[in-house]
Nanobody, 119 residues
Framework: QVQLVESGGGLVQAGGSLRLSCAAS????????MGWYRQVPGKQRELVAE???????NYASSAKGRFTISRDNAKNTVYLQMNSLKVDDTAVYYC?????????????WGQGTQVTVSS
């Protein structure tokens, strides 16, 4: 059974920081590109950042310079360090695992964690 369990969301003031974690189980972690997405009501889910098994990263323009994605392949966990948070960062943040190679075609999502940034 595949599980992606996010944690670390919450309420923070603008300018503050949060660190999201996503612990994966039931998958061969190194055969997945891991990503963080976010969604606000009435809008499409959007990519925030993603990281390949070797550590190559890709960021949305809104996240560059403020957010850092990382992964610990020994712990099957991906992180998103969010600094200088803005009110516009308020959203539900979802962890995604997109299979490559051996796991190609598999795509899994976590249940989401709420991030609320107050002014």
């Amino acid at each position: 059974q595949v599980q992606l369990v996010e944690s670390g969301g919450g309420l923070v003031q603008a300018g503050g920081s949060l660190r999201l974690s996503c612990a994966a189980s039931g998958i061969i972690f190194i055969t997945y590109t891991m990503g963080w997405y976010r969604q606000v009501p009435g809008k499409q889910r959007e990519l925030v950042a993603e990281i390949t098994r070797l550590g190559s990263t890709n960021y949305a323009s809104s996240a560059k310079g403020r957010f850092t994605i990382s992964r610990d392949n020994a712990k099957n966990t991906v992180y998103l360090q969010m600094n200088s948070l803005k009110v516009d960062d308020t959203a539900v943040y979802y962890c995604n695992a997109a299979g490559i190679g051996y796991s190609r075609g598999n795509d899994y999502w976590g249940q989401g964690t709420q991030v609320t940034v107050s002014s």
